[in-house]
C-alpha cells in the first residue's frame, strides 16, 4: 500500500473541500475585475479598469485578513469544525447572492460573504488536517501534499471553468458556479 493509500480517511474529504473553496476563491479573483471593468452592454458594471483593480484588492485584502478574525473565533468560541461549516456556508451564500450581482447592494454584500466565509473556512481547514496526524507521522507530508493539491485543482477548475461560463452565458453564472461547487 502507497503512502497515500494509508491517508486517513478525513483527509479525502477535506481535500476535496478544498478544492471547491479555492475554486471559489480563484474564480472571484480571476473574474472580478473582468466582470467590474465590462461594460453594462456586456453584463458588466462598467468601471473604469483603475475601480476594478481597487474592488478586486480591497476584496483580496479582506480574504488575506478576514482568517485572523475566523482564527480567533475558531480558537476560543466555535471550534474549528464548525468554522469550517459556518465559512462553508457562507461562501456558499456569497455565490448564490452573485446570481443578483447587477444590483450594488446585493453585490457588495456577495463580496463579504465570500470574503467572511473564507475568513472562517481558510485558517481552520489547514489546522483541522494538522490534527489528523500525531506528532512524527511519517504521512503527514505526503496528506498535506494531497490537501494542497486541492488547492491547484481548484484554481485550474476556477479559472477554466468560470470564465468558460461567463463567456458562454453569464457573469452571475460564473460566479454562481462556485457556489454550487461548495454545495
Same mark, same amino acid.
Given at each position: 500500500?502507497?503512502?497515500?493509500?494509508?491517508?486517513?480517511?478525513?483527509? %479525502?474529504?477535506?481535500?476535496?473541500?478544498?478544492?471547491?473553496?479555492?475554486?471559489? %476563491?480563484?474564480?472571484?479573483?480571476?473574474?472580478?475585475?473582468?466582470?467590474?471593468?465590462?461594460?453594462?452592454?456586456?453584463? !458588466?458594471?462598467?468601471?473604469?479598469?483603475?475601480?476594478?483593480?481597487?474592488?478586486?484588492?480591497?476584496?483580496?485584502?479582506?480574504?488575506?485578513?478576514?482568517?485572523?478574525?475566523?482564527?480567533?473565533?475558531?480558537?476560543?468560541?466555535?471550534?474549528?469544525?464548525?468554522?469550517?461549516?459556518?465559512?462553508?456556508?457562507?461562501?456558499?451564500?456569497?455565490?448564490?447572492?452573485?446570481?443578483?450581482?447587477?444590483?450594488?447592494?446585493?453585490? %457588495?454584500?456577495?463580496?463579504?460573504?465570500?470574503?467572511?466565509?473564507? !475568513?472562517?473556512?481558510?485558517?481552520?481547514?489547514?489546522?483541522?488536517? !494538522?490534527?489528523?496526524?500525531?506528532?512524527?507521522?511519517?504521512?503527514?507530508?505526503?496528506?498535506?501534499?494531497?490537501?494542497?493539491?486541492?488547492?491547484?485543482?481548484?484554481?485550474?477548475?476556477?479559472?477554466?471553468?468560470?470564465?468558460?461560463?461567463?463567456?458562454?452565458?453569464?457573469?452571475?453564472?460564473?460566479?454562481?458556479?462556485?457556489?454550487?461547487?461548495?454545495?
Amino acid at each position: 500500500m502507497t503512502k497515500l493509500a494509508k491517508q486517513p480517511k478525513g483527509l %479525502y474529504v477535506l481535500a476535496f473541500t478544498e478544492v471547491f473553496e479555492r475554486f471559489s %476563491y480563484y474564480t472571484l479573483s480571476f473574474l472580478l475585475v473582468l466582470y467590474a471593468s465590462a461594460s453594462v452592454e456586456k453584463g !458588466g458594471l462598467g468601471w473604469s479598469n483603475a475601480d476594478s483593480l481597487t474592488l478586486a484588492g480591497i476584496y483580496t485584502l479582506a480574504a488575506y485578513t478576514l482568517p485572523i478574525i475566523g482564527s480567533y473565533f475558531a480558537d476560543s468560541i466555535i471550534g474549528r469544525g464548525k468554522a469550517v461549516f459556518i465559512g462553508g456556508f457562507v461562501i456558499i451564500l456569497g455565490h448564490l447572492l452573485m446570481l443578483f450581482s447587477h444590483y450594488d447592494p446585493i453585490f %457588495y454584500l456577495a463580496l463579504f460573504c465570500v470574503a467572511a466565509g473564507t !475568513g472562517f473556512f481558510k485558517p481552520n481547514i489547514s489546522t483541522i488536517v !494538522g490534527n489528523l496526524y500525531k506528532t512524527g507521522d511519517p504521512r503527514r507530508d505526503a496528506g498535506f501534499g494531497l490537501f494542497y493539491s486541492g488547492i491547484n485543482i481548484g484554481a485550474l477548475l476556477g479559472g477554466y471553468l468560470c470564465i468558460d461560463m461567463a463567456n458562454r452565458y453569464s457573469w452571475n453564472l460564473a460566479f454562481s458556479l462556485a457556489g454550487i461547487g461548495m454545495a
